[in-house]
Nanobody
Framework: VQLQASGGGLVQAGGSLSLSCAAS????????MGWYRQMPGKQRELVAK???????TYADFAKGRFTISRDNAKKTVSLFMNMMKPDDTAVYYC???????????????WGQGTQVTVSS
């Protein structure tokens, strides 16, 4: 089972960037998918998450600027970030809560992280 994230990079303040994450391997059912970020010396924090029914939750700093979406058939989750600020600079991690078989419990899995840098 693997979560492969892509799309990080360098962007100027006020610009936009998209992140994508694809789940692969033995997966029976995916519950919630989301994006978290971690700044140096700080704890990982929620950016946004989305349920299988496409119900979304955003951190306050992401509301109005970021949009999360998912494709259940493709097992992907994406994050579109707009009006970016230098404070958005962090390593972004995708997360998925799923079970491998119907007999397994749901567990959290993490992608490898992708660096996002916003220059002022």
């Amino acid at each position: 089972v693997q979560l492969q994230a892509s799309g990080g990079g360098l962007v100027q303040a006020g610009g936009s960037l998209s992140l994508s994450c694809a789940a692969s391997g033995r997966i029976s059912q995916i519950n919630t998918m989301g994006w978290y970020r971690q700044m140096p010396g700080k704890q990982r924090e929620l950016v946004a998450k989305i349920t299988q029914a496409h119900v979304t939750t955003y951190a306050d700093f992401a509301k109005g600027r970021f949009t999360i979406s998912r494709d259940n058939a493709k097992k992907t989750v994406s994050l579109f970030m707009n009006m970016m600020k230098p404070d958005d600079t962090a390593v972004y991690y995708c997360n998925a809560n799923f079970r491998k078989t119907v007999l397994d419990k749901y567990q959290d899995y993490w992608g490898q992280g992708t660096q996002v840098t916003v220059s002022s």
